[in-house]
């Protein structure tokens, strides 16, 4: 087609989709709503959201085209007042980050012509140890044990640990696997199909003893021919009959620090994913395959879950003999 050449013809249709006004003012939506409004990850927005709303509120921003005058020493400036607010090192890193983020995007869409947080000095981040304490492997045997067995929720419970703590899950993934996700074979190999950050999909081997536990949950909550609904539900829910809503983040958080309170170790749900972590590197499993195992990005952000170098037991305390 030459560069006189007419466009082709749209393609009939019965109506369109967008008015007119739609379509306008979608097309004079700011750079800076279009980035927030393509964040896919529900915990991303929030993050984001909040340090960004954090921003505004130092720097007076209200409109979004008012990011466009930001400069570096305003930058540095909300930096140096987060760490006299006595926030993590982390914590202003992350929310540096998601401004950072914002400013590549409309480097992208020549909104403006660079981005200020880069060059920006963070501050340094704090020794990881202790920040996600892994358990010992006698803990994870009591945790594993202290649900009812003869319930339907002890008998969920004992499944959702299991699973937890066999396969390194996040509460997140654990809360969207469906029953159908449990019942994947890759090589004759039974597997979890998990949905992990960003939407990445990664196949997980099924350990027997959590398949065991799943297996026996599910017999009794009768809902493991529903292959497209959640495989771990609010028991009230199987009281009602209403299966399909799935358990919530923040009730494997609470189910997590129920029991483990009640043996003496107040731990969150995330504890147990270091402690899979951990388990399966002190048992000499590749780190590279753990990152792979984690759905890491990163090796690095797999080495904070490298507990062995902390290990009681390997001190040079035990070695000093008077």
Known sequence: ??????????????????????????ADVPPEIEWFANLGNKATRRAYENALGDFMKFTGIVKPEEFRTVTRGHVIAWRDDLVQRALSGMTVRHRL?????????????????????????????????????????????????????????GKRDRAILATLLYHALRREELCRLKVKDFKHERRGVPHLKVFGKGGKIRYVPLHPAASGL??????????GADNTDALFRPIRNNCTGTLERAITPDAVYKLVRQYSTAL?????AHALRATAATNALDHQADIAKVQEWLGHANIATTRIYDHRKTRPEDSPTFKVAY
Do not use: W
């Open 1 to 26: 087609m030459s560069d006189t050449s007419p466009l082709p013809a749209p393609p009939a249709v019965a109506s369109r989709l967008l008015t007119a006004e739609q379509f306008q003012r979608l």
């Open 97 to 153: 980050a998601a401004l950072s983020s914002l400013f590549e995007s409309l480097c992208e869409k020549n909104a403006v012509t660079h981005n200020p947080v880069k060059g920006v000095k963070r501050p340094p981040v704090e020794s990881y140890e202790g920040k996600t304490p892994a358990l010992g492997d006698h803990q994870a045997r009591k945790l594993l044990d202290a649900p009812d067995g003869a319930s339907l929720k």
């Open 214 to 223: 799943i297996g026996d949950y599910l017999e009794v909550a009768g809902h």
């Open 264 to 268: 003496g170790f107040a731990i969150g």
